[in-house]
């Protein structure tokens, strides 16, 4: 092991995300009173081998152990985690601003789908542009990420829905995880609504769904996971079961848009199938709660979308804490519903609005969203031997990332041990 190989990162506080028990354990889901520890080191600092976290402790005591090894002071800062953002739709063509001044005068989510917009807008762009153009469009996106402290992100198709479209989608998605940093997984959500095509045919399009397209991006290895949205209106409980049921067929994950405006069953179909995530939950009902807590399904919550529609009830993070659920917090970032890249705002908005505590939303937004991905050897935390994708914030004292929002408090990131912003 070489001294020079190693870098050693100090600051005011260290947050690992160890578990309270300690032995360096990977953080992996977390649930009911396991969401409040955050490993909080004072004064302590961090060493970096081989793009992993080899050590933890007193700043003398590393240095003494690797004593040829760079060392960085980030005085005024708080080192943690970078976030795993484990829900977005960030591979779309045009924004849909028009949308924004729709609903300031008064038009919901559902009058402005059925005018045509929502969804079906951005189908219609993403079906105009090319493989290429999508990349282009997504590469600044990814990088306002990073620079925002998030390290992993989840990229959904759901712009296409026909077979061609959603695999330009997909293989654009692989060709951005091609390039790094940021590191990319894909999700299959062909089920993201009916496309006009099949208006009507509901039933003749999940058919399509499952018969052409899961097959097509199961022998491309196009995709992880598969989801489907599951809400009144738009798929049905029993569709999801089979769409997911023949996903994992195929050897794909499941993941769940479940129960975002009214309730549809999505939570209890999401631990049936056994899914990594349960995702939105703004209308999760009490049995949905209790399923969640009994089950290895992650409650992904997403303020942002609640927040930027207008609505004022947000999901139940505080019961779901409660029940034993383990909570991920997520930007769901998109052209209409959550045009952010922020997964800071996220934090506040979930001890804002939803509940949750500062140390509860960090676990939500580093521990658990690698949960709600299915990566639990250590990604999320700064345990040893974890990934050393680490973000420096210039604030004294970690609450604050959350308690002063709308900034973004991220001054530095390290992918794998390598400085990247």
Not at 305 to 315: C, I, N, S, Y
Not at 336 to 363: D, H, I, K
């Amino acid at each position: 092991m070489a001294g020079s190989d190693v870098l050693i990162l100090e600051a005011d506080q260290l947050l690992t995300l160890e578990r309270a028990d300690g032995g360096g354990r990977p953080a992996g889901p977390r649930r009911g009173a396991e969401m409040s520890p955050v490993g909080l080191r004072t004064g302590e600092a961090l060493a970096i081998l081989d793009g992993r976290v080899a050590g933890v402790g007193e700043p003398g005591a590393l240095r003494a152990r690797w004593p040829a090894a760079r060392a960085e002071r980030w005085a005024g800062c708080v080192l943690a985690p970078g976030f795993v953002d484990s829900h977005t739709h960030a591979i779309f063509g045009r924004w849909r601003v028009e949308e924004f001044e729709l609903r300031a005068r008064g038009a919901d989510t559902m009058q402005i789908h059925a005018a045509g917009g929502g969804i079906a807008a951005s189908v219609r762009d993403l079906r105009g542009l090319c493989e290429d153009e999508l990349v282009e469009r997504t590469r600044p996106r990814l990088r306002r990420m990073l620079e925002h402290g998030t390290t992993t992100v989840e990229i959904k198709s759901g712009y296409g829905l026909s077979l061609e479209d959603e695999l330009r989608m997909l293989r654009a998605i692989r060709r951005l995880a091609s390039e790094g940093p940021l590191e990319v997984v894909a999700t299959f959500l062909g089920a993201h609504a009916v496309p006009p095509e099949f208006a009507g045919r509901r039933a003749d399009f999940v058919n399509a769904v499952v018969e052409e397209m899961i097959p097509r991006v199961a022998e491309g290895g196009l995709a992880e996971f598969c989801d489907v949205f599951v809400e009144p209106g738009v798929f049905t409980a029993e569709d999801g079961e089979r769409i997911l049921t023949a996903a994992r067929g195929h050897g794909l994950g499941a993941k769940v848009h479940a129960d975002e405006f009214e309730w549809g069953g999505g939570a209890e179909l999401a631990v049936r199938v056994g899914a990594a995530s349960a995702d939105h939950l703004g209308a999760v009902s009490d049995e949905g709660i209790e399923a969640l807590a009994a089950s290895q399904t992650v409650a992904t919550l997403l303020p942002g979308t609640l927040f930027f529609v207008g609505k004022q009830r947000f999901a139940p993070a505080r019961r779901l804490v409660e029940a034993g659920a383990a909570v991920a917090l997520a930007t769901d970032f998109n052209p209409g519903t959550s045009p952010t890249t922020n997964m800071q705002m996220m934090m506040s908005l979930a001890v804002a609005r939803m509940g949750m505590t500062p140390a509860e939303a960090f676990v939500a937004a580093t521990a658990n969203g690698a949960a709600a991905l299915r990566r639990v050897a250590g990604e999320g935390t700064l345990v040893v031997g974890a990934p050393a994708d680490v973000v420096a914030f210039a604030v004294s004292d970690y609450r604050h990332v959350a308690y002063r929002y709308g900034e973004n408090h991220c001054v530095a990131v390290w992918k794998r041990g390598v400085r990247v912003v």
